[in-house]
């Protein structure tokens, strides 16, 4: 194939490495060339629906193997965030249970009583319900803190796209009053620094690789990152010219990284 034009490459995974179950055509030979060539590879979602370990499962069951440290996903970034400025908050997670499980795991207590807690998380939940909505509500109301593990209104699957955490942070806001104060995942300045220094280099060498304007492309943008648009995920070429985050490059698919 062609010659690596970076030192480091971010790649998002829903709708840029695969699509529900199956990766992208091209994807598992493009990443094992980077590789071969001595560039650094992570992998960076704003999907919490599992931890890092599923992911680098995954990708290693599609022919990509990847070891759990070379992923970063939202919810990492929030934990770790959450473990360092407020250690000892109480969190409700508006989330699925793996987000749940990983709050706890990082030491954060974790209660669905409005008088308790801290800190409400929302975030891509495909339990969410009406006894998640007033908890959160009523927390908010006693002045909890407002966070979020990303702000994705949709999630890219085979066949379309589903809801994603947009959804509970507009229920959130829609009933408190209250705007969301923290998004962990991407574009935030936070999953860009984890991600610089889990490839020891800087914004410049690198190109992160997305499906998503609004997040992928902005953040690159934001922090000084080239950024390279695929075409298989939730965005169209038709959206590029409404949108206030430029790609550096276009392509229809990761097949074409090395052509660039």
Same mark, same amino acid.
């Given at each position: ?6 030192? %480091? ?8 490495? @695969? ?5 992208? /055509? ?8 980077? =590789? ?8 960076? *979602? $704003?999907?919490?629906?599992? !931890?890092?370990?599923?992911?680098? =499962? ?9 070891? /759990?440290?070379?992923?970063?996903? *939202? &919810?990492?970034?929030?934990?770790? @965030?959450?473990?360092?400025?407020? #250690? ?9 249970? !793996?987000?749940?499980?990983?709050? +706890? ?16 998380? +929302? ?10 909505? $007033?908890?959160? @509500? ?6 909890? =803190? ?13 066949? %379309? ?5 947009? +959804? ?18 991407? #574009? &935030?300045?936070?999953?860009? *620094? ?17 499906? =998503? ?8 943008? $934001?922090?000084?990152? *080239? ?13 590029? !010219?409404?949108?206030?985050?430029? !790609? $550096? ?12």
């Amino acid at each position: 194939m062609g010659v690596a034009k970076f030192r %480091g490459y971010i790649f998002d995974l829903d709708g840029t490495v @695969y699509l529900s179950e199956n990766a992208i /055509p091209g994807a598992q030979e493009v990443i094992a060339d980077l =590789r071969a060539q001595g560039c650094g590879v992570v992998f960076l *979602s $704003n999907k919490p629906l599992q !931890p890092r370990s599923v992911y680098a =499962r995954k990708l290693t069951g599609l022919g990509i193997p990847t070891s /759990p440290d070379e992923v970063i996903n *939202s &919810s990492l970034v929030l934990a770790q @965030y959450l473990v360092r400025e407020m #250690p000892d908050a109480t969190v409700f997670v508006i989330g699925e249970q !793996p987000l749940v499980d990983e709050m +706890a795991a990082a030491g954060l207590e974790v209660s669905d009583d409005p008088e308790e807690i801290d800190v409400v998380i +929302a975030s891509f939940d495909r339990t969410f319900d009406y006894r998640k909505l $007033n908890i959160g @509500y009523q927390a908010l109301r006693l002045g909890a =803190r407002f966070f979020a593990t990303n702000a994705d209104r949709t999630c890219p699957v085979e066949g %379309g796209q589903i809801p994603d955490a947009a +959804a509970v942070i507009g229920a959130l806001e829609g009933c408190s009053g209250r705007e969301v104060e923290l998004v962990a995942g991407k #574009p &935030s300045a936070m999953i860009v *620094s984890m991600t610089l220094d889990r490839l020891g280099l800087q914004g410049e060498d690198c190109l992160m690789v997305g499906d =998503r304007l609004e997040t992928d492309m902005l953040m690159g943008n $934001n922090a000084g990152i *080239s950024t390279a648009l695929v075409l298989t995920g939730v965005t169209r070429r038709e959206d590029i !010219p409404h949108s206030l985050a430029r !790609p $550096n490059y276009v392509l229809e698919s990761i097949a074409d990284i090395l052509s660039l």
